[in-house]
C-alpha cells in the first residue's frame, strides 16, 4: 500500500548539549501540500529564536508511525523575513 501524503507527519528537533535530538512541541504536523515531487512544511520562528540550532526535520508514516526519513542539521534564520530551505531525500 503507498502511503499518502497527507498521513505523513512531520517533526522538528532540536539537538540538546549531550547530542540528543528532542521534539520542537509546537513544531509538529501534517505537511501543508505536496506540488509534483517536493513537499512543503512551513514553521514559524519566534525573533528569540532566531539564529539558534542546530535543529533537524523527520518524517514519520503517521502520528505514531515509524521513522521514514531525517534531514540533515540547520541553524535557523539569522533574521526576520528570511528563508531556511531544508531539503530531505524522497520518501519511497
Do not use: C, N
Amino acid at each position: 500500500m503507498e502511503q499518502s501524503w497527507q498521513e505523513l507527519w512531520t517533526v522538528v528537533q532540536w539537538q540538546d548539549h549531550v547530542g540528543g535530538w528532542q521534539d520542537v512541541e509546537g513544531w509538529q504536523g501534517t505537511l501543508d501540500g505536496v506540488d509534483g515531487d517536493v513537499a512543503r512544511k512551513v514553521w514559524w520562528v519566534s525573533d528569540d529564536d532566531l539564529g539558534t540550532g542546530p535543529f533537524r526535520w523527520v518524517v514519520y508514516q503517521g502520528r505514531d508511525g515509524d521513522l521514514l526519513i531525517r534531514s540533515e542539521s540547520f541553524d535557523l534564520p539569522r533574521q526576520p523575513g528570511e528563508v531556511v530551505v531544508v531539503d530531505v531525500p524522497s520518501v519511497q
